[in-house]
């Protein structure tokens, strides 16, 4: 349910951010540049591969006006072991972000997706490390509500790494 009205909250802010008209992509070359950019610095590592983790984190940051990520927060994560390697990523991003309309600061709202490429034997063994850390994970929620202000919804990072 919390999943869902997180959902909901950041389309509705996606809505709302069309309305005002067309903007230019606030990553420096564009959105498949950012996707090539966040797929080659996200590193996944072994205690990651180890359990077969997947899922979703989402998080906002604020970047300046020469494009210095100020802040960062988790908004969502399935699982605390999912957000480090994205942190890390994120920060590798400074100076990269374009602010829109000459702001000193601005919010950025950017959605992960962090799953596994299928391996082409020994599926049985993959399927139950998954289940394991599925049963197992500790999900971080936001417990209060989420002031989005005029933040800007990113497109969803897809990252798979290999087994």
Known sequence: MKKLLIIALLLS??????QEGDLAFPFQGGNP??????KDSLQIGNDIKAKKATGMAVFK???DVNGN?????????????????????????????IIPNKEKFHDFII??????NSPSSGEAEV????????????PI?????????SATLLPT???????
């Not at 929620?141 to 202000?149: F, G, K, R, T, Y």
């Not at 990072?157 to 087994?163: A, E, T, W």
């Open 13 to 18: 802010s996606v809505y709302c951010k069309a």
């Open 33 to 38: 540049v950012m996707t090539r950019f966040f």
């Open 61 to 63: 940051f604020t970047a």
């Open 69 to 97: 990520i100020q802040k960062i927060v988790i908004y969502y994560a399935d699982d605390y072991l999912l957000t480090m390697p994205v942190i890390q990523a994120l920060k590798k991003s400074t100076k990269k972000w």
């Open 111 to 116: 959605p992960f997706s962090i799953g596994y």
């Open 127 to 138: 399927q139950k490390a998954a289940y394991d850390f599925y049963s197992t994970r500790k």
């Open 141 to 149: 929620v936001s417990n209060d509500q989420i002031p989005l202000n």
């Open 157 to 163: 990072v897809v990252i798979k790494y290999d087994l």
